[in-house]
């Protein structure tokens, strides 16, 4: 029982795989519940792109303003408003609290390891030496195309993904994602 309470209390290594492995799984339930019917993840692109912007605009935004000193409060704000906007398109689609929260879960879980895998595989991919004798364009070349082929890998993991959370192909005017209309709509 010990060792049980030491893996949850985050002392080990171990315990972040423990926590990753628990939310993957939670997040495959959720993509489980959605592709039978019973949640809505992804309503329609148009969701996939203002869950991936919710988080990827307030970070780029705070770096451009990164030189202001800008208080703890109005960054908050700048990471809250989007993550509220997309909670409340989610909420609308699902309209019960079960189905809401594991919903939102899911798409932001799978948005986060998306760009972290993204961030990591361009990294790792841009990162090598030069091979011996190897002039500067080639190894420029064979570094981007590294970097092109596992993001190319890594997106398409992730559509596989969304697709299976996803009830609806096409994109919606933003007013009517905002307002919970047309969660079958194609166009």
Sequence with gaps: MDELIALFSGNRPESFWLYFGLMAALAVFGLYQSNRGNIVVFANYTDVLCTILALVLPVAILAALSERNMSQTAQGIIFLLPVLFVAKATFSYNRSLFGFLLSLFTKFFLVVVYILALVLVVAMALSGDRKKHERQRG????????????????????????????????????????SGAYPDSNA
């Design 139 to 178: 190894y420029s070349a064979r570094q981007k195309g590294k970097a092109i082929a596992g993001a190319a890998g890594v997106t398409g993991v992730f559509a596989l993904l969304v697709r299976l959370g996803l009830h609806s192909t096409g994109f919606v005017p933003l007013s009517h994602y905002l």
